[in-house]
């Protein structure tokens, strides 16, 4: 048994963002474009087999990470990746907007909630 929270394949109940579009959804890999407002985050998770890819297109985005701890500012044109089983957090660091594309892959999506509080 472990204390491991249960891996969803949709999470878009967890967090509000301005705008989602998928650009791309193939099996085993998609591409996600979102926008999020100064207050809106993807709260802390991390995926079981697949690496997110982000590349900011308007905005600043910093990504929280765990194990090792990091702090990583992205500006329009950045683009950072963060490996399977790495917990992350994003937010926005801009005083507007901000928008982003997330390339997953490759593997099945999941997405494993954490307990905030824990990070």
């Known amino acids: 048994m472990t204390d491991e929270p249960e891996p969803l394949k949709d ?29 809106q985050n993807v709260p802390w998770h991390f995926h079981s087999q697949i690496q997110d890819t982000f590349y900011v297109i308007e905005g600043v985005l910093k990504i929280y990470l765990q ?18 089983r790495r917990p992350h957090l994003v937010t926005n660091a801009a005083t507007s907007s901000t928008t982003f594309l997330v390339l997953q892959g490759i ?9 905030e509080e824990a990070h």
């Open 67 to 84: 194990d090792p701890q990091e702090e990583i500012t992205l500006n329009a044109g950045e683009t950072y990746s963060v490996q399977p």
């Open 107 to 115: 593997g099945e999506y999941d997405f494993v909630p954490l307990n």
């Open 11 to 39: 999470a878009s109940h967890l967090y509000e963002v301005e705008r989602t579009e998928y650009h791309a959804q193939r099996p085993g890999f998609r591409i996600i474009e979102l926008q999020i407002s100064p207050t």
